[in-house]
């Protein structure tokens, strides 16, 4: 059976990305599909960067805000089954599905056909019921990973003592499939030669849900062409800064107080929110939160001064949360989406794209994307990345895999989740701080710790 084409835009953020999407929409007879986790969720439109109707050209955008404040955060797993069905129905239409999104545990999940671990009692509970059907679940994040280490010592060692996330996945998999997770991915390493490790696949567990990124060990669900928009990250940076300027300029303080009122009112309503998921999460938000806090809905007037100097510190931090997050989308594509693709085969499905000068975003960009989907609708040979002019080959290499195991510093209070990590923590200068001797100078020097006042009696007499 012959797999539907798709199209799948990646990058990191502020590269361009929706631009491209629409572009290629108009072309090629398209509807773009949402692959960002927060722009599912309504509210924060400029926060989470959502292309403005205006720029959307009468495009059909899928899956965008639709998500009520009200309502429960997504799975990975939910948003694979709904993608996949528009995917579907477009194709049966005769559209061409784009999809264009920076959280790229949602794309390569997508992409790789049997990817998540999921069984149907996953599929069927909500996260609120299996809160209620297993208490241990809306623990604390020390309390859950104390009981894995009792349920699953080997997975419970694969996660840093704070990833709330991964560890309460683990639970869930154990929970509803009453197997330990580690039996489990070794089954599935075991059933496909041509797999990653276990301990890589554990590796690579979403961070949401109760399913697994073990992406890089299944084929490919679509006949997908997947572009790359690439960036300089150190050029990238400074038009993040520049973006975030212009999302101040146009409302985004006020945005987060607006936000913060209608998070008030469903407290109010008796609306359980959590807010370390969905939302309540995106970039912008959380650091402008103290800001609006004070200035906001409750109306709480401050002066000039600490007002300018609260919203200063939320938009720096909003900058720099931001460039961070750049570099995590830019180590997730090399790290584990090229490594998936190349164990494929599937690396001739990826064309990369230099979008760092966006004066040659024309040639650059916007025509090789285009004659690629060409060559690609037409099941012709797509271009070869490596041999674009514009393209360093370097960032063709997939990163190196990273043996994950947790190791606690005592002296420090601090947990490394790898052997490198661990063998440079003991030259790193908090480390050395605190296990440095400490020398009582007092008691090896006594005369040169003298009170003040005994010198002050000493100089008077010797005044007289």
């Known amino acids: 059976m012959t797999k539907p084409q798709i ?8 590269v361009g990305k929706s631009q491209l999407a629409v572009t290629l929409a108009e072309k090629f007879n398209g509807e773009i599909i949402n692959g960002d986790a927060l722009q599912l969720y309504e509210g924060l439109p400029i926060a989470t960067n959502k292309l403005p109707n205006a720029q959307r050209k009468s495009i059909p955008h899928h899956l965008l805000s639709c998500i009520g404040l009200d309502e429960e955060t997504w799975t990975v797993g939910k948003y694979v089954r ?40 996953t599929k069927r509970l909500s996260v609120q019921s299996q809160e209620k059907k297993w208490p241990i ?25 704070n990833d709330r996330r991964k560890i309460r996945h683990s639970l869930e998999v154990y929970f509803t499939s009453g197997r330990k997770p ?27 849900g109760v399913e697994t990124a073990g992406q890089p060990t299944f084929p490919l669900r679509y006949d997908a062409l997947i572009l790359w928009i690439n960036t300089d990250l150190d050029k990238l940076s400074a038009r993040l800064d520049q973006r975030m300027d212009q999302m101040v300029d146009n409302g985004l303080i006020e945005e987060v107080q607006s936000m913060q009122g209608r998070l008030q009112t469903l407290e109010r309503s008796g609306t359980p929110v959590d807010s370390s998921k969905g939302i309540w999460t995106a970039i912008g938000f959380k650091e402008l939160l103290p800001y609006a806090s004070r200035c906001g809905a409750a109306g709480a007037e401050l002066n000039a001064t600490r007002s300018e100097e609260l919203e200063k510190q939320g938009v720096a931090l909003t900058k720099t949360a931001t460039r961070q997050y750049a570099k995590q989308q830019q180590k997730w594509i090399r790290g584990k989406l090229l490594r998936a693709l190349k164990e494929k085969d599937a690396l001739r499905r990826l064309v990369v794209l230099d979008g760092t000068e966006l004066p040659q975003w024309p040639q ?10 060409s060559a690609f609708l037409r099941g012709e040979s797509l271009p070869k990345s490596a041999a674009l002019p514009t393209v360093n080959n370097d960032i063709l290499t997939p990163k190196a895999k990273t043996q994950i195991r947790a ?45 003040d006042d005994d010198l002050h009696e000493r100089s008077s007499c010797d005044n007289r």
Request: charged share 20%; proline share 5%.
């Open 137 to 161: 679940l809306a623990a604390s994040t020390q309390e859950m990973l104390k009981q894995l280490n009792v349920i699953d010592p080997e997975i419970a060692s694969r996660w840093h003592p």
């Open 82 to 121: 709904n993608a996949s069905a528009i995917i579907e129905n477009l194709v049966a239409h005769g559209k061409l599905p784009i999809v264009v999104g920076g959280t790229h545990y949602y794309t390569q999940s997508l992409l790789f056909e049997d990817s998540l671990v999921e069984t149907e009692t």
């Open 407 to 451: 190791r606690y510093c005592e002296t420090c209070n601090i947990t490394v989740m790898t052997q490198q990590e661990w063998d440079a923590h003991p030259r790193s200068k908090k480390h050395r701080k605190a296990t440095k001797p400490h020398i009582d100078w007092q008691a090896l020097y006594p005369k040169a710790h003298v009170q």
């Open 364 to 373: 650059n960009v916007e025509a090789i994307a285009t004659n690629a989907v």
């Open 7 to 14: 199209v799948v835009i990646i990058g990191t953020t502020g």
């Open 182 to 208: 580690s039996d489990l991915y070794r089954e599935q390493h075991s059933a496909n030669p041509r797999r990653v490790s276990a301990q890589d696949s554990v590796n690579e567990q979403s961070s949401q």
